[in-house]
């Protein structure tokens, strides 16, 4: 009982906070991509543009909320909050600090995975129950992608797990801890599994240049097209928070989460580490072109699943010999 | 320049006739309330799965009846109307229009003139294929990632030129410049050291949007082999302009036929070979420092004189033309554009055909859409670079 008890409040502190930090991450964003793109960014909401995010909501909160005539209501309707839920869950189990965490599951990356996988099925139910042929065609592209970037990030996943010999994240992180964080040694193995951690993450999270099931200037606003205001807006947080959560499951399995190197482990560490992979991700979002879909399964099955397979032979065998 | 004997068929349709009636083909209504359609343009592509198997363009969303207005209109009050045709490059409108005009009338522009009308045109050609580069960026990268990073630089550039244009005309966009025999405005003192101050950013900037796009390996791969055109089918359907010379013939109006001073400078015309959608960036892309070097010699050694030949000008409204026909074209940024003029005597034109470069560029496309992705349909819409303004007129 005590257990659930500490895993609902803190459960409910970090939906808090995750819901927090995604309106200031959306705010964040366009500020850097302004920079990026030499404009000001919103400027006139709150200091500084800072209560942006706040007037967004309120202005899609009074938008219409339309159901196309011909559209599978229940499943319609359905995507965007299971769409927020899947995003949510993954932070369950990412230990933020060795205290903060909802739930150190035994099966923590196993958990993190599958349900960042079921993101796949409210995109695609979106895109099928809207009826209508763009939004089809998203989420025709949503599926393929989905399904194809899950084998190179399991296997990149699995590195870590085979070096710190546990599935449970904050064991991963401790084990980074102890010795070294994965990206610095053993580099060779650490290095190439982030990065492919990274990518295959931005293609599940549908981001540039990932972002092919959306595609707006291809697809109008693929599988969102049909959904107005605060469906349109879960989409979008669904979107964000993945991409926040990813990028913490990311600090914590390579980065070596809330250890802080020579300085005193916590939480700001993991927080930093985690804000800066977002900016990164920012970055490669306002900068790089979109692939095309044939493009995104080439990389995927040409490059990305076997390095990865590679990784992962190469990682049991340093761990059996070596570590 | 090549000449070409129109005699071989193309069946636009080729890969449905053979297509498997069984199969389940979607159709797509592509515009024109799409975001990628450069304006109000519609195809009806006929899909399996992604790839386009046949694609109908539908054009007229934009149809303003501007031939048949400017048949109520007097000579001097047609220019801002077509001004509007081509709304990415205006003046070029302008100039092709007044310069039909002064042929019927047999009237000398005055060399100052003729030069200021050059200069515009590299220059209006400049910011032409800056927002091309823009809007084709946003096509491949979407308004919410790379692509608009690309788009509001090239805005950017191009307006500067827009700045330059707003001192000489007073206007930023539909300038009403040109009229018949010559200019309105005279360049105003200081402008030229002006215009080498913008080459010199625009020409720097350049150099980076090339490293954006033809060094971008994503670029690269979304435009190498995307959309084919080869020079026949093009020749054939009467495109012009970089379209063409990307497949690789050496077709230029301002060298071929030359126009306004272009008689007294000397162009490199810029091609590619390849005719898809990589060949077409580099044309434009070589096409924009080739004016660069142009204004650039241009800009300073503008002759003195009248701007205009002050003839026709008693009664504006009243002026007349003596019967007769004629035809002119001119380069513009998207290829010829053809001005052709009949003259009953009256103030009024008895007919006025306008022939746009973007039409028949559009025309390409039944033929180089099938086999390709939903993806590369807008890759290759944005690479022919259409506007609807002077589609549908």
């Given at each position: 009982m005590t257990g659930f008890l500490h895993g609902a409040s803190y459960g409910v502190v970090i939906v808090s906070v995750l819901m927090t930090a995604t309106a200031l991450s959306l705010w964040f964003e366009r500020k850097l991509a302004a920079r990026m793109q030499s404009r000001l960014g919103p400027t006139l909401v709150g200091p500084a543009g800072l209560l942006q995010p706040l007037a967004d909501v309120l202005k899609l909160l009074q938008k219409e909320d339309i159901v196309p005539l011909k559209a599978d209501a229940i499943l319609f309707n359905l995507a965007p909050p299971v769409a927020v839920v899947c995003a949510i869950g993954v932070a369950a189990a990412v230990p933020f600090s060795p205290t903060v965490v909802a739930a150190d599951l035994d099966v923590g990356v196993l958990y993190v995975l599958a349900i960042g996988a079921i993101t796949v099925l409210p995109v695609f139910s979106a895109g099928w129950a809207s009826n209508n042929k763009l939004a089809l065609l998203g989420g025709m592209r949503a599926v393929a992608q989905s399904i194809s970037y899950e084998v190179p990030l399991v296997l990149a996943a699995l590195v870590p797990v085979i070096l710190a010999g546990s599935m449970r994240i904050g064991t991963i992180v401790r084990v980074q801890s102890e010795g070294h964080w994965f990206v610095v040694w053993p580099f060779f193995l650490g290095i190439p599994a982030f990065v492919i951690f990274v990518l295959a993450m931005l293609a599940e999270a549908n981001r540039i240049p990932f972002d092919i099931p959306e595609a707006e200037s291809e697809l109008v606003a693929g599988v969102t097209t049909e959904y107005t205001g605060m469906k349109f807006a879960l989409f979008y947080m669904a979107e964000y928070v993945h991409t926040l959560v990813a990028s913490a499951v990311a600090a914590a399995l390579f980065l070596g989460g809330w250890d802080g190197g020579p300085f005193r482990p916590g939480l700001h560490w993991m927080v930093l580490k985690t804000l800066l992979l977002f900016a990164a991700l920012y970055w490669m979002r306002w900068t790089l072109l979109r692939f095309r879909s044939d493009q995104l399964m080439g990389l995927c099955w040409r490059w990305l699943v076997p390095s990865s397979v590679a990784l992962v032979a190469g990682a049991a065998v340093w761990v059996v010999f070596v570590g | 320049m090549r000449t070409v004997q129109v005699a071989r068929r193309v069946n636009p349709h080729l890969s449905i006739d053979t297509y498997d009636p069984e199969a389940e083909l979607m159709l797509l209504h592509f515009g024109p309330q799409h975001p990628s359609t450069h304006g109000v343009f519609r195809m009806d592509l006929t899909l399996d799965g992604e790839i386009v198997v046949k694609a109908v363009p539908h054009v007229g969303f934009l149809h303003r009846a501007v031939e048949k207005l400017c048949e109520s209109l007097a000579y001097v009050q047609i220019t801002p109307i077509v001004d509007k045709n081509d709304y990415v490059a205006p003046m070029t409108n302008e100039q092709a229009l007044n310069m039909a005009f002064e042929k019927l009338l047999n009237l000398e522009v005055p060399r100052r003139a003729r030069w200021m009308r050059t200069l515009f045109a590299e220059l209006q050609r400049i910011a032409s294929h800056l927002l091309w580069l823009g809007t084709f960026a946003l096509d491949l990268g979407g308004a919410l990632g790379g692509g608009s990073t690309v788009f509001i630089y090239c805005f950017r550039e191009r307006e500067l030129i827009l700045d330059l244009f707003e001192e000489v005309t007073g206007a930023r966009f539909h300038y009403n410049t040109h009229t018949i025999g010559g200019n309105r405005h005279d360049i105003p003192a200081g402008w030229s050291a002006k215009v080498h101050q913008a080459l010199d950013v625009i020409a720097s900037r350049l150099s980076e949007y090339e490293g954006m796009t033809l060094d971008n390996k994503i670029f690269v791969a979304r435009t190498r082999g995307v959309g084919v055109l080869d020079a026949d089918l093009a020749l054939e359907l009467g495109i012009t302009g970089p379209i063409l010379r990307a497949?690789?013939?050496?077709?230029?109006l301002r060298r071929d036929a030359p126009f306004h001073a272009y008689n007294e400078v000397r162009v490199q015309v810029v091609t590619a070979t390849g005719g898809d959608c990589l060949a077409r960036a580099k044309v434009r892309l070589g096409e924009m420092r080739e004016s660069i070097r142009l204004i650039r010699e241009m800009v300073d050694n503008i002759?003195?004189?009248?701007?205009?030949?002050?003839?026709?000008?008693?009664v504006p409204l009243q002026t007349k033309i003596p019967p007769g026909q004629t035809y002119v074209a001119i380069e513009t940024p998207r290829g010829e554009l053809g001005t052709y003029v009949i003259s009953d005597g009256s103030q009024f034109p008895y007919r006025l055909k306008i022939r746009p470069p973007s039409l028949h560029a559009l025309s390409a496309l039944p033929y180089i859409l099938?086999?390709?992705?939903v993806s590369d349909a807008v890759a290759i819409l944005g690479s022919l670079d259409p506007i609807m303004g002077e589609v549908d007129r």
């Open positions: - | 497949c690789g013939v050496d077709h230029d002759p003195a004189g009248a701007i205009n030949s002050g003839k026709p000008i008693k099938p086999g390709a992705t």
